[in-house]
């Protein structure tokens, strides 16, 4: 199954072992992510750290498990998708992400309810995707 994933999702991951981190690494999904996650990560992981409770050294081998199992996309393979990634959603931080799912033709694993107001590409919460999930097993 195809997602891409917004950083919520890879914040929620790292900071605390749970279901969305074991969704996360299951081997029946393909996660893909706008290149400019990594900023993202490391704009945050300081606040990440002190969520987390996690050392510096396990945090950073979990960060690591984290990008490998993401399939980046290059913001500049995006770019053309903007215009409509912007015609669907209003948050300007929002449009890589949903360009990333026009250009890989994917669904979107967020709890960002800004995506809801679309119609164009699928939304799904972790409680969906433990459903769909299940339903694959």
């Known amino acids: 199954m195809k997602i891409t994933v917004d950083a919520n999702i890879l914040f929620a991951c790292?900071?605390?072992?749970?279901?969305?981190r074991k969704l996360f690494f299951n081997p029946g999904l393909s996660i893909f992510a706008p290149e400019f996650i990594v900023d993202e990560f490391v704009h945050h992981l300081v606040e990440v750290r002190k969520k987390?409770?996690?050392?510096?050294?396990?945090?950073?081998?979990?960060?690591?498990?984290?990008?490998?199992?993401?399939?980046?996309?290059?913001?500049?393979?995006?770019?053309?998708?903007?215009p409509a990634a912007a015609s669907l959603v209003d948050d300007?931080?929002?449009?890589?992400?949903?360009?990333?799912?026009?250009?890989?033709?994917?669904?979107?694993?967020?709890?960002?309810?800004d995506f809801g107001k679309q119609k164009r590409i699928q939304i799904i919460s972790t409680k969906e995707l433990i459903g769909i999930i299940g339903s694959l097993s």
């Open 14 to 20: 790292l900071i605390k072992d749970s279901t969305t």
């Open 92 to 113: 300007p931080k929002d449009w890589l992400y949903v360009s990333c799912a026009l250009y890989e033709n994917t669904i979107i694993w967020s709890h960002d309810l």
């Open 52 to 82: 987390s409770g996690l050392s510096d050294e396990e945090l950073h081998r979990l960060v690591d498990n984290v990008l490998n199992q993401l399939i980046l996309v290059p913001d500049k393979v995006l770019k053309p998708f903007i």
